[in-house]
């Protein structure tokens, strides 16, 4: 309990944190602080490209095993399966209806790739190695949970279809292509294209998140003040239980394969994430009729923050006291 105290108090005192917590607090306020949409997309651009690039590279250092494809292949187990979890919660916890509950199930098998991030920079700052090849699971888990979503409605009697628009969404979504190209980029120049620029992805790479941060706190702030009216009791503690069974079913995963004490908190804090930037794409296609609101306030506005202040501190501290790290 101690060590996760600490890191939480650590994680709160953050730049990081604080960037969002400032974002959040002049949202509520209603000041008139905001990032242009141009530089909020540039922002996400840099991220996804240094993120993707330097996994890449730890693959290419790493070398392709039987781990890797192992560790691959449960994040897509783990993406596949977690929605369908969160569509039982959902239909015992809340009022929401068949659609909703499937929308809202697609995000939480998806990945938060910036929460992904700020695991990472808490690793780092703790001295806890991990496995590069994480961002390459976080690729994988992408799409299988907008399968599952579909799967849902489908076996319910719904009439979407995997059409060709919805395939080229999920498929071809930017986020995703981004992150995956520059993976194979890092992979094919390696740690020589790495010390190449250097210098534009590594040291301002922190910069950049507290901004990107700051901007996601105020979209974070702006739907808890607008849409309160979604954020019923079965709802919100929906936001906070469905993160804690995706992390233990993570970290189950992350012990049988192995993975370092920094593997397992990964895969937990993806496990754990909800998306808000691939899926509700997805699901403005796949499921037009699902309310956004709902969705994104979940996902943005509660899960979020959770997994950010408190999440990954926890996540953090049961990696290390289960794999004596």
């Known amino acids: 309990m101690d060590q996760i105290?600490?890191?939480?108090?650590?994680?709160?005192?953050?730049?990081?944190?604080?960037?969002?917590?400032?974002?959040?607090?002049?949202?509520?306020?209603?000041?008139?602080?905001?990032?242009?949409?141009?530089?909020?997309?540039?922002?996400?651009?840099?991220?996804?490209?240094?993120?993707?690039?330097?996994?890449?590279?730890?693959?290419?250092?790493?070398?392709?095993?039987?781990?890797?494809?192992?560790?691959?292949l449960a994040g897509i187990i783990l993406s596949a399966g977690l929605p369908i979890i969160a569509f039982a919660l959902l239909k015992v916890m809340t009022g929401l209806s068949r659609l909703d509950a499937a929308a809202v199930a697609a995000h939480y098998g998806s990945i938060s790739i910036v929460t992904f991030v700020a695991a990472t920079s808490v690793l780092q700052s703790s001295g806890i190695a991990s496995e590069g090849y994480m961002v390459a699971v976080a690729a994988a888990m992408e799409a299988p949970a907008i399968l599952s979503a579909l799967w849902l409605i489908t076996r319910g009697g719904g009439d979407q279809r995997m059409d060709g628009d919805l395939w080229r969404e999920i498929l071809l979504n930017g986020s995703i292509v981004l992150l995956v190209g520059s993976f194979f980029i890092g992979w094919i120049t390696g740690e020589k294209g790495l010390e190449?620029?250097?210098?534009?992805?590594?040291?301002?790479?922190?910069?950049?998140l507290c901004l990107f941060l700051l901007d996601m706190g105020l979209v974070a702030g702006r739907g808890l003040r607008d849409r309160s009216d979604v954020l019923r009791p079965g709802v919100l503690a929906f936001g906070v239980l469905m993160p804690i069974i995706g992390s233990t079913l993570g970290a189950v995963f992350g012990l049988v394969l192995g993975l370092s004490t920094g593997g397992v908190a990964l895969l937990m804090v993806l496990s754990a994430s909800a998306s808000y930037i691939a899926v509700p794409a997805a699901m403005r296609v796949a499921l037009p009729e699902a309310n956004p609101s709902i969705y994104l306030t979940l996902s943005l506005g509660v899960t979020f923050p959770f997994n950010l202040t408190l999440g990954i501190p926890l996540y953090v501290a049961v990696a290390s006291a289960l794999t004596g790290g």
């Open 196 to 208: 190449e620029i250097s210098s534009f992805i590594v040291a301002p790479f922190k910069g950049v």
């Open 5 to 72: 105290l600490s890191l939480a108090a650590t994680n709160l005192l953050s730049p990081i944190i604080l960037s969002f917590a400032l974002g959040v607090a002049a949202s509520l306020a209603r000041s008139d602080l905001s990032v242009p949409e141009a530089a909020a997309k540039a922002l996400s651009i840099y991220l996804l490209f240094a993120i993707g690039f330097k996994g890449g590279v730890s693959v290419a250092a790493h070398g392709i095993d039987a781990k890797l494809g192992l560790t691959l």
